[in-house]
């Protein structure tokens, strides 16, 4: 059973570039058929997808973060990482890595994210985005 665990500084100035990596053990990232997605919860709000890396590299972004965000993977650490650019303080949010056999079209879309589509999560991790 692969478990994820993600990593990062805790806290990022407004306007500096944010970095987060996403540990796979129990399982490799390049398993098929497996798409690994970044998604985030920021206080009272829905959870929100920012993109993902497939198993073969091909990575899809959410159209309101493509802008900002780039997914990467380091297939000899078994990490997948996510790159926001220029943070705003509204990027403050629990931040999550997650796997899934699919991605939704709502998903692809609009970024909405429905649980019951993947079958494994980290446990989060907290990013502050302030002076």
């Known amino acids: 059973q692969a478990q994820l665990q993600e990593s990062g500084p805790g806290l990022v100035k407004p306007s500096q570039s944010l970095s987060l990596t996403c540990t796979v053990s129990?399982?490799?990232?390049?398993?098929?058929?497996?798409?690994w997605s970044w998604i985030r919860q920021a206080p009272g709000k829905e959870l929100e997808w920012i993109g993902a890396i497939h198993n073969s590299g091909g990575t899809v972004y959410n159209p309101s973060l493509k802008s900002r965000a780039s997914i990467s993977r380091d297939t000899s650490k078994n990490q997948i990482t996510l790159r926001l650019t220029s943070v705003p303080p509204e990027d403050t949010a629990v931040y999550y890595c997650?796997?899934?056999?699919?991605?939704?079209?709502?998903?692809?879309?609009?970024?909405?994210?429905?649980?019951?589509?993947?079958?494994?999560w980290g446990q989060g991790t907290q990013v502050t985005v302030s002076s």
């Open positions: 129990g399982g490799s990232i390049t398993t098929r058929p497996y798409y």
């Open positions: 997650a796997r899934s056999q699919t991605i939704a079209a709502q998903t692809l879309i609009g970024g909405t994210v429905d649980r019951r589509e993947y079958d494994t």
